[in-house]
């Protein structure tokens, strides 16, 4: 009998839980599910508050406008789920100030065994809750969102289809972000579409000189669209590649 291990489980804690109802519930995460590769569980922070309002937040210490999230709810509502587990798994708040999420910090985390998304919202969270939870601070763009249920969907996205047998593996092998560099164009049929045709060399059939077209199509695309990925020896090889 095959032993398969256990599903990759993810966290989400938030004041919104409705908002994850579709995202996780079409497409490739929901087949995930289905299979159990992974495991998403969405808890609503307010039924750990105390009060009859079920009151999550607070005003700032020091003025301002907004309100401040309550670290005593957060932390208790996910130590109450996680219990012993906790030492073992990243706990990740979404906060407009945290470090900028990419490829290579999705990669780290599916190699683990599940994670905790803690949505941040209004003001933000008291930094308490990071400091005891021992939890990294995200972000996935220089914008600010009304909260950070969107960036917890991104993030439960990006690290579940990297899970092994979400997605057929030779997809991720040459996929933006993957090698450092943006993908190259794709085409398919038919041939001519509005004056436009398909590249010769993708029907050439010839293995090399499609590879260094792709190459060489990849290299001009982030140059164009991100050369802050690009190495200088990378910027070299476009002048020298067939």
């Known amino acids: 009998m095959t032993n398969h291990p256990p599903p990759f489980r993810i966290d989400v804690f938030t004041l919104f839980p409705r908002m994850f109802d579709g995202p996780f519930n079409e497409s490739i995460l929901q087949r995930a599910k289905d299979r159990n590769l992974i495991d998403i569980h969405i808890h609503d922070l307010r039924d750990w508050s105390t009060d009859r309002h079920r009151t999550a937040d607070d005003t700032p210490y020091g003025g301002g406008a907004g309100?401040?999230?309550?670290?005593?709810?957060?932390?208790?509502?996910?130590?109450?789920?996680?219990?012993?587990?906790?030492?073992?798994?990243?706990?990740?708040?979404?906060?407009?100030?945290?470090?900028?999420?990419?490829?290579?910090?999705?990669?780290?985390?599916?190699?683990?065994?599940?994670?905790?998304?803690?949505?941040?919202?209004?003001?933000?969270?008291?930094?308490?809750?990071?400091?005891?939870?021992?939890?990294?601070?995200?972000?996935?763009?220089?914008?600010?969102?009304?909260?950070?249920?969107?960036?917890?969907?991104?993030?439960?996205?990006?690290?579940?289809?990297?899970?092994?047998?979400?997605?057929?593996?030779?997809?991720?092998?040459?996929?933006?972000?993957?090698?450092?560099?943006l993908e190259y164009p794709h085409y398919t049929r038919?041939?001519?579409?509005?004056?436009?045709?398909?590249?010769?060399?993708?029907?050439?059939?010839?293995?090399h000189r499609i590879a260094s077209w792709r190459r060489q199509r990849s290299l001009e695309r982030t140059a164009r669209q991100r050369p802050d990925l690009l190495t200088r020896s990378q910027f070299k090889s476009m002048s020298t590649d067939d």
């Open 190 to 207: 038919p041939d001519e579409y509005r004056d436009q045709r398909v590249p010769v060399v993708l029907r050439s059939g010839h293995h």
């Open 67 to 181: 309100m401040v999230m309550s670290a005593p709810l957060i932390v208790t509502a996910v130590e109450s789920i996680l219990g012993d587990a906790l030492s073992t798994t990243p706990v990740v708040i979404l906060s407009a100030s945290g470090r900028r999420f990419h490829q290579d910090v999705a990669h780290h985390f599916a190699q683990g065994q599940g994670m905790v998304l803690i949505c941040g919202h209004y003001e933000g969270i008291d930094e308490r809750a990071a400091e005891t939870l021992n939890a990294v601070q995200y972000t996935v763009g220089d914008y600010v969102l009304t909260g950070g249920e969107l960036p917890a969907m991104v993030i439960v996205d990006a690290v579940s289809r990297l899970r092994s047998g979400v997605i057929d593996a030779s997809s991720i092998v040459e996929e933006s972000h993957t090698s450092g560099m």
